[in-house]
């Protein structure tokens, strides 16, 4: 029975070998310490998304996404962020996607506040139930890194008076509560990304302020909000922070500004949004506006905004200034802004005042990038990274952008990320800590989280 | 303005469909034990499919009827920019039943025509992932099965020559569903967008070879199966997605081609008293399947026709297998073959992930009564690891696939 035993070794040959693929590369920490992870940031930090902090958002967040795959390389546990405990949005209402009728009639998908919010009192205070009150996520939405240096300012930001040590005592400033938490906490990795809000609150007031880097403060070392940042009062205060931040000699990462004005809130709204259908509009429109204030006659069909510039002149915008999704939509359609009325300055970025915020990112940037090499940190360059959004990418078989709802990256706010957006942040984070820490820490599942949620 | 509010284009990047060696080689159970090998041989009436020239040597009709059982598993781990690959996941097992039913031979005892009728299955192909799976926004599972009907001449020139033809039509089905990347309140996994496509397909060609009998012991043939372009008219689009999104994601219907590629194969046979070798060439004419097209009859803003570029590349397999005689009544057969990919590096997709084949076959043949043969075959077929990446999707990994064939056939001569 010579053929039958042929047949059947063959038969044994083939069921023993199931196709393998098995991971052959370990996840290693490399020359990193990741046992006790500290996150310093903003509200890209906290996990704020659809224009709010709520508890699912704060569950996404980029510190979170890279503490689960810090834990496989030896960080223990817990992660403790600062929860609050409502999900429709502390302290204001969160954005959702809802149909919404316009003054025109149009009745579409808009993001509009939760409906029937209100403030829950057990979101504030937040006290930590671990060891010695530990919180591993110390990121405050809008928090500038000249705000680091300002005593009290818990008092004047609630988001940091629901969790700082000692947010009652006027003196407490960022930075203690940084050192408070070094202090008692010992982080032996820390990522830092702060500078973002020190252009973006210019940025979303259109421009008010000085923008030139070169702004005093208006009372003690508090500087304005709607303003860039003073760049050496930039300079000083980071560097405090970093100091602090790595004085236990903890490794980390150090993460830069990305290019704000490539997200939704900037481009939603074309500034060639002027529609005109009718030619006795057209007319008026050449006749109320004289030519010097136009590049050129109006047409039917799409034409370029009037608008208010920050110098109050009131002239047609030219190619590559933006309008921010903030625009009440409803006085474009109906109260003939953009057209018969400017629109407002503080809706409007002139190529004068992009330029400046470009200016401000590149000096931080360097400024951070020094400071990465110096320290020896990991430097993780979101900028560059996101320049890739907006023209888009494919990721395990979703197509992402930075465009508004359809490109899953950027929630309802037109800022911050989503989900989705923060987990890619984490994988990007951690391809830097990879590359300069010759670790292997394996990537996130990124399309397992929440995109655009639709009703 | 804020027209560009909910634009919610997109990607369905896959659409992939069938993907690659889809081409299955089982159309004869003594050939694929013999590594797949036929074109210059006639044993039995599988030639209609092998190479119809063999159809008149045949001793008097045949009807011919088998079956093979295909098992086939893949398993995928993706690997990240770091080298570090996270996630091992396997296909759902499913097992799958081609079949081969060939009628025919000289219409009358040394009458130089022959007539014959096959019925068999040469492309196909299906993979079922976990519905959650990586890559789910780009293929959850896919279906293809083609039934080709071959009407078949065949003509003695002299005892050395012989030529034949026949015509093909072919029909089959598809089906395919992923996930698309919008969800409702519940999130993905739980709340995904799925598309499901499925239609039937047709298509005609044909199959045409010549043999050459240098001597009793030594033989040639070639052969070449045409392209079948297998087309799907008005299938269904069905899109399960969140209720604002229904009159952007309209159930509709759709229109594709899916080729089935050109095959010219050589093949030589030698026979020594009771052991006979057989060696043959297939050349592949993948570059058929360049992209894949899905044009949807209704269109919105975010429902656009797709196409997803594969640029298959044109192989040729070597084949070779054995027959040895033990007497009368049985002969054991094997072979082996190294079937390369048609797919190149980045656009290697989860619907039918496909890397160079290495196959194994054997099998045995018993003539228990005159005119009555029994046929058993078992083929094991195992792919490189391959590790690989489908750009258009964006998703990477390493593949494997793995199967093994048993097949089962009867003929009787008349």
């Given at each position: 029975?010579?053929?039958?035993?042929?047949?059947?070794a063959?038969?044994?040959?083939?069921?023993?070998?199931?196709?393998?693929?098995?991971?052959?590369?370990?996840?290693?920490?490399?020359?990193?310490?990741?046992?006790?992870?500290?996150?310093?940031?903003?509200?890209?930090t906290a996990?704020?998304?659809?224009?709010a902090?709520?508890v699912?958002?704060?569950?996404?967040?980029?510190?979170?996404?890279?503490?689960?795959?810090?834990?496989?390389?030896?960080s223990?546990?817990?992660?403790i962020?600062?929860y609050?405990?409502?999900?429709?949005?502390?302290?204001?209402?969160?954005?959702?996607?809802?149909?919404?009728?316009?003054?025109?009639?149009d009745?579409?998908?808009?993001?509009?506040?939760v409906?029937?919010?209100?403030?829950?009192?057990?979101d504030?205070?937040?006290?930590?139930?671990?060891?010695n009150?530990?919180?591993?996520?110390?990121?405050?939405?809008?928090?500038?890194?000249?705000d680091?240096m300002?005593a009290?300012?818990?008092?004047?930001?609630?988001?940091?008076?629901?969790?700082?040590?000692?947010?009652?005592?006027?003196?407490?400033?960022?930075?203690?509560?940084?050192?408070?938490?070094?202090?008692?906490?010992?982080?032996?990795?820390?990522?830092?990304?702060?500078?973002?809000?020190?252009?973006?609150?210019?940025?979303?007031?259109?421009?008010?302020?000085d923008?030139?880097?070169?702004?005093?403060p208006?009372?003690?070392?508090?500087y304005?909000?709607?303003?860039?940042?003073?760049?050496?009062?930039?300079?000083?205060?980071?560097?405090?922070?970093?100091?602090?931040?790595?004085?236990?000699?903890?490794?980390?990462?150090?993460?830069?500004?990305p290019?704000?004005?490539?997200?939704?809130?900037?481009?939603?709204?074309?500034v060639?949004?002027?529609?005109?259908?009718?030619?006795?509009?057209?007319?008026?429109?050449?006749?109320?506006?004289p030519?010097?204030?136009?590049?050129k006659?109006?047409?039917?069909?799409y034409?370029?905004?009037?608008?208010?510039?920050?110098n109050?002149?009131?002239r047609?915008?030219?190619?590559?200034?933006?309008?921010?999704?903030?625009?009440?939509?409803?006085?474009?359609?109906?109260?003939?802004?953009?057209?018969?009325?400017?629109?407002?300055?503080?809706?409007?970025?002139?190529?004068?005042?992009?330029?400046?915020?470009?200016?401000?990112?590149?000096?931080?940037?360097?400024?951070?990038?020094n400071r990465?090499?110096?320290?020896?940190?990991?430097?993780?360059?979101?900028?560059?990274?996101?320049?890739?959004?907006?023209?888009?990418?494919?990721?395990?078989?979703?197509?992402?952008?930075?465009?508004?709802?359809?490109?899953?990256?950027?929630?309802?706010?037109?800022?911050?990320?989503?989900?989705?957006?923060?987990?890619?942040?984490?994988?990007?984070?951690i391809?830097?800590?990879n590359?300069?820490?010759?670790?292997?820490?394996?990537?996130?599942?990124?399309?397992?989280?929440?995109?655009?949620?639709?009703? | 303005?804020?027209?560009?509010l909910?634009?919610?284009?997109?990607?369905?990047?896959?659409?992939?469909?069938?993907?690659?060696?889809?081409?299955?080689?089982?159309?004869?159970l003594?050939?694929?034990?013999?590594?797949?090998?036929?074109?210059?041989?006639?044993w039995?009436?599988?030639?209609?499919?092998y190479?119809?020239?063999?159809?008149?040597?045949?001793?008097?009709?045949?009807?011919?009827?088998?079956?093979?059982?295909?098992?086939?598993?893949t398993?995928?781990s993706?690997?990240?920019?770091?080298?570090t690959?996270t996630?091992?996941?396997?296909?759902?097992?499913?097992?799958?039943?081609?079949?081969n039913?060939?009628?025919?031979?000289?219409?009358?005892?040394?009458?130089?025509?022959?007539?014959?009728?096959?019925?068999y299955?040469?492309?196909?192909?299906g993979?079922?992932?976990?519905?959650?799976w990586?890559?789910?926004?780009?293929?959850?599972?896919?279906?293809m099965?083609?039934?080709?009907?071959?009407?078949?001449?065949?003509?003695?020139?002299?005892?050395?020559?012989?030529?034949?033809?026949?015509?093909?039509?072919?029909?089959g089905?598809?089906d395919?569903?992923?996930?698309?990347?919008?969800?409702?309140?519940?999130?993905?996994?739980q709340?995904?967008?799925?598309?499901?496509?499925?239609?039937?397909?047709?298509?005609?060609?044909?199959?045409?070879?010549?043999?050459?009998?240098?001597?009793?012991?030594l033989?040639?043939?070639?052969?070449?199966?045409?392209?079948?372009?297998?087309?799907?008219?008005?299938?269904?689009?069905?899109?399960?997605?969140?209720?604002?999104?229904?009159?952007?994601?309209?159930?509709?219907q759709?229109?594709?081609?899916?080729?089935?590629?050109?095959?010219?194969?050589?093949?030589?046979?030698?026979?020594?008293?009771?052991?006979?070798?057989?060696?043959?060439?297939?050349?592949?004419?993948?570059?058929?399947?360049?992209?894949?097209?899905?044009?949807?009859?209704?269109?919105t803003?975010?429902?656009?026709?797709?196409?997803?570029?594969?640029h298959?590349?044109?192989?040729?397999?070597?084949?070779?297998?054995?027959?040895y005689?033990?007497?009368?009544?049985?002969?054991?057969?094997?072979?082996?073959?190294f079937?390369?990919t048609?797919?190149v590096?980045?656009?290697?997709?989860?619907?039918?992930?496909?890397?160079?084949r290495?196959?194994?076959?054997?099998?045995?043949?018993?003539?228990?009564?005159?005119?009555?043969?029994?046929?058993?075959?078992?083929?094991?077929?195992?792919?490189?690891?391959?590790?690989?990446?489908?750009?258009?999707?964006?998703?990477?990994?390493?593949?494997q696939?793995?199967?093994?064939?048993?097949?089962?056939?009867?003929?009787?001569?008349?």
């Amino acid at each position: 029975m010579r053929k039958i035993y042929i047949v059947g070794a063959l038969a044994v040959l083939f069921s023993a070998c199931k196709p393998n693929v098995a991971i052959t590369t370990k996840p290693s920490p490399g020359t990193a310490n990741f046992a006790n992870y500290l996150a310093i940031g903003s509200s890209y930090t906290a996990g704020f998304s659809d224009n709010a902090l709520t508890v699912s958002g704060q569950y996404n967040s980029y510190p979170i996404r890279l503490f689960e795959q810090f834990s496989l390389v030896g960080s223990d546990g817990p992660f403790i962020q600062p929860y609050v405990y409502s999900d429709n949005g502390y302290a204001n209402p969160k954005l959702v996607l809802s149909h919404k009728t316009y003054c025109n009639g149009d009745y579409r998908l808009a993001p509009i506040d939760v409906p029937n919010w209100n403030a829950d009192s057990r979101d504030s205070p937040f006290v930590s139930t671990a060891n010695n009150g530990q919180i591993n996520n110390i990121g405050i939405p809008r928090i500038r890194a000249v705000d680091y240096m300002v005593a009290g300012f818990p008092l004047i930001n609630r988001w940091a008076s629901r969790f700082y040590n000692n947010a009652a005592n006027p003196a407490t400033r960022p930075l203690d509560e940084l050192s408070f938490r070094v202090r008692t906490q010992h982080p032996t990795f820390v990522t830092m990304w702060l500078g973002i809000d020190d252009v973006l609150g210019f940025a979303l007031a259109g421009g008010q302020g000085d923008g030139t880097g070169a702004a005093l403060p208006v009372a003690g070392n508090i500087y304005n909000s709607h303003d860039i940042s003073n760049f050496n009062a930039f300079f000083n205060a980071y560097d405090s922070a970093l100091n602090t931040a790595v004085s236990t000699s903890a490794d980390g990462a150090l993460i830069n500004i990305p290019d704000i004005l490539s997200l939704p809130f900037f481009n939603v709204i074309p500034v060639k949004g002027l529609n005109l259908t009718r030619r006795s509009l057209v007319d008026s429109l050449n006749a109320k506006y004289p030519s010097a204030t136009r590049e050129k006659a109006f047409d039917t069909g799409y034409n370029y905004f009037i608008v208010r510039d920050h110098n109050g002149n009131v002239r047609q915008a030219v190619p590559g200034e933006l309008i921010l999704m903030t625009t009440p939509v409803d006085s474009i359609l109906c109260a003939s802004w953009g057209g018969w009325n400017p629109i407002p300055e503080e809706y409007v970025i002139t190529t004068e005042e992009q330029q400046q915020i470009q200016t401000a990112i590149s000096t931080f940037n360097g400024h951070i990038f020094n400071r990465a090499q110096l320290f020896n940190l990991a430097y993780v360059d979101m900028h560059n990274y996101l320049t890739s959004f907006p023209s888009g990418f494919s990721y395990n078989g979703i197509k992402y952008s930075t465009d508004f709802v359809s490109g899953g990256t950027i929630s309802l706010d037109g800022i911050h990320p989503t989900q989705r957006g923060y987990a890619l942040i984490a994988n990007k984070i951690i391809m830097a800590i990879n590359d300069h820490y010759k670790a292997t820490i394996p990537q996130t599942d990124v399309n397992k989280y929440r995109g655009i949620t639709f009703p | 303005m804020k027209k560009r509010l909910l634009a919610a284009s997109l990607v369905l990047s896959a659409f992939s469909s069938f993907g690659s060696g889809y081409q299955l080689n089982l159309q004869g159970l003594r050939q694929l034990a013999m590594g797949g090998t036929g074109t210059a041989w006639t044993w039995d009436a599988a030639t209609i499919f092998y190479n119809p020239a063999g159809l008149c040597r045949l001793n008097g009709i045949q009807v011919y009827a088998s079956t093979t059982l295909l098992m086939p598993s893949t398993a995928f781990s993706n690997q990240v920019n770091s080298g570090t690959e996270t996630t091992a996941i396997r296909s759902e097992r499913q097992n799958f039943l081609p079949f081969n039913i060939y009628v025919g031979g000289p219409i009358q005892q040394d009458s130089r025509f022959a007539l014959g009728l096959g019925i068999y299955t040469p492309f196909g192909s299906g993979l079922k992932w976990d519905n959650n799976w990586l890559g789910k926004y780009l293929v959850q599972s896919v279906n293809m099965k083609s039934v080709f009907f071959q009407p078949t001449i065949s003509y003695r020139i002299s005892d050395r020559l012989s030529v034949g033809a026949g015509f093909v039509y072919a029909a089959g089905s598809f089906d395919y569903t992923a996930a698309l990347p919008v969800h409702g309140v519940n999130g993905p996994g739980q709340d995904d967008g799925t598309v499901m496509l499925d239609g039937s397909a047709s298509g005609v060609g044909f199959n045409a070879g010549i043999q050459f009998r240098a001597n009793e012991d030594l033989q040639f043939g070639l052969s070449y199966r045409s392209q079948v372009n297998m087309d799907i008219g008005r299938g269904n689009a069905n899109f399960t997605v969140p209720a604002s999104l229904k009159d952007s994601f309209p159930d509709t219907q759709f229109d594709t081609q899916l080729p089935c590629p050109g095959v010219l194969s050589l093949g030589t046979g030698w026979r020594f008293n009771d052991l006979t070798l057989q060696f043959d060439l297939n050349y592949t004419m993948w570059n058929a399947f360049d992209s894949l097209r899905f044009n949807f009859v209704q269109h919105t803003g975010s429902l656009q026709d797709m196409h997803a570029p594969r640029h298959y590349r044109n192989t040729l397999t070597a084949r070779i297998g054995a027959c040895y005689k033990i007497s009368r009544v049985v002969a054991i057969m094997g072979g082996a073959a190294f079937d390369p990919t048609p797919v190149v590096n980045g656009f290697v997709s989860p619907d039918l992930p496909d890397a160079d084949r290495y196959i194994l076959t054997a099998g045995i043949a018993i003539k228990p009564l005159p005119g009555f043969t029994i046929l058993a075959a078992l083929e094991g077929v195992s792919t490189e690891r391959r590790a690989a990446s489908y750009n258009y999707g964006g998703l990477s990994g390493v593949y494997q696939t793995q199967a093994i064939n048993p097949g089962i056939g009867i003929y009787y001569n008349f």
